[in-house]
């Protein structure tokens, strides 16, 4: 099998598994006062510092959580309830969770407008914004966003911006310490299922989607030790291997899309991240290029949901005004990817693309 779907999972690393596996059972919850208590508690701290260290932030700033979309629920329903302001920022290219976070929290959203290139596009802000939200890198296309923008343009209407980095961090260098909050997810980067983080600038209390004292009471509960190690485990190996990582992926992604290019296709979207190439092939839907390639034992991702026996337009894709916003092919790589496997792919996509067109 070839795996390129590593934007929706990327598989647990061995060495993560390597590092967790002391805690996987370990007595000893990381509140407790005795000496297994403490331990768990160490771990968990040092685990801070490598999860903090991936975005520029402080440790004392990681809430752990279940994952990005618990991050991103936590954050929006706590500056609603902080702020006592309702609006809320984003454009329709951001993760699906965001869009429900935001109706969880009664937001009034405010719809920034996005490019033919899928990226945001630079546009003034309304006064009286809880905050703004935009996604340091786009999971479908891997497009860059404007965060530079937004930094300027929250602080200039006093709202708080929110940069969602779980398909970014250890993909690109990010230097994200002065925002205000930051979601991350340890399985993108080959990290443990079931554990995210949020980063919050700053470090006092802030609202818990369920009280407890854990987490400097932003977040109740009691804390995953074994997946916070994991998590701390795949952000260290990512930032050591992030730029010679980024150049073999950018010459892989490239290699893929000469491939589409050559049988017809189309790269969608502007600049993006080295691992991730969104691709569309004119008349043909995302979902049964999906299928055909697994059939190939072949796994990628659609920018389009079948339910139901329809395809569904990629909300991303059509923000952007794309064409055919039900074409979209995501390839997206991983510390796990081989040449052998990119090699194997381009030259199964022309008979593939032909296939189809023979019909």
Known sequence: MIYLDHAASSPLRPEV???????????GNPASVHRAGQRAR?????????????????????????????ANHLFLAGIVAKTGRSGLAF???EHPCI????????????????GPDGCVVEQPL???LAAVCLMAANHETGVLQPVTWARAASAAVGAALHVDAAHAAGRIDLDLGDVDAVTLSAHKLGGPVGIGALVLRDRGPFPALFDGPQERGRRGGTTNVAGAVGFAEAARLARVELRQRSVVHRAWTDALATAVVACGGRVVGGERVASTLCVVFPSIPGEAVVQALDVEGICVSSGAACASGAVEASPVLRAMGDPEPAGGVRFSLGWSTTAAEIDAV????????????LG
Not at 103 to 114: I, K, M, N, Q, Y
């Open 42 to 70: 160490a771990a968990l701290e040092r685990a801070r510092d490598d999860v903090a260290a991936l975005i520029g932030g402080a440790p004392s700033g990681v809430v752990f959580t279940s994952g990005a979309t618990e």
């Open 126 to 128: 309304p006064e009286g």
């Open 91 to 93: 454009a329709a290219i």
């Open 99 to 114: 869009a429900a976070a935001a109706r969880a929290a009664h937001g009034t959203v405010h719809a920034l407008a996005v």
């Open 346 to 357: 381009c030259a199964a996509l022309p008979s593939l693309v032909a296939r189809f067109q």
């Open 17 to 27: 598994l390597e590092a967790m596996r002391p805690w996987l059972g370990a007595p």
